[in-house]
């Protein structure tokens, strides 16, 4: 079985611009969760999506926006970049009481 | 959602077995407890998962005294590869509403 896929896996952009992040859970998961990794901070929750609702939303401003398609598929936007929004971004799929990591897409603001 | 204490940074020799305790003082009924690998620049990779007594598997075993309050991640013979950081997690994924918050973590170090 195909574990969670993530795209792009790099991406550069500069402040002021916004990106779309992809996630594929794995099939069957209906549950996606996205992260926020930075040296600083560490692992930070950003929002839960199940059955195309947001179920969860973390501590992040209104910058960070999300969705789930109806194959389950989730995409994350951030719009109006800041240098600090740098980071590894994570997806996480889950079924049940597992919760499995995609590989992440690194961002970096210049 | 419990809170987690864990060692921030540990050392070992390869070849010896690990322990790395997690505090969960306020565990809930439903919680169960799942710890988690990362290496750098990767997601993490479930590692175990149990509620109570001991778990085992392939790569660990997860040792949860009979109030809870704590969980032992056990490592047998550690390698170079096992240098990473682990995430004691507690909570229940079934719950609506429930979201995981991951602690600082316990960087192992594992030396030659």
Known sequence: KAGVTQTP?????????QVT??????????SVSWYQQTPGQGLQFLFEYF???????????GRFSGRQFSNSRSEMNVSTL?????????????????QFFGPGTRLTVL | LAKTTQPISMDSYEG???????????IATNDYITWYQQFPSQGPRFIIQGYKTKVT?????LFIPADRKSSTLS?????LSDTAVYYCLVGDLRNYGQNFVFGPGTRLSVLP
Do not use: M
Not at chain 1, 21 to 30: D, F, K, Q, V
Not at chain 1, 54 to 59: D, F, Y
Not at chain 1, 92 to 97: G, N, P, Y
């Open chain 1, 21 to 30: 992040l992809s996630c594929s859970p794995i099939s069957g998961h209906r």
């Open chain 2, 57 to 61: 598997n392939e790569v660990a075993s």
């Open chain 1, 82 to 98: 800041e240098l600090g929004d740098s980071a590894l971004y994570l997806c996480a799929s889950s079924l049940e009481r597992e």
């Open chain 2, 16 to 26: 010896q077995e690990v322990n790395i305790t997690c505090s969960h003082n306020n």
């Open chain 1, 9 to 17: 896996r790099y991406l550069i952009k500069t402040r002021g611009q």
């Open chain 1, 51 to 61: 059955s195309e609702t947001q179920r969860n939303k973390g501590n992040f401003p």
């Open chain 2, 75 to 79: 490592l047998p013979r550690v390698s």
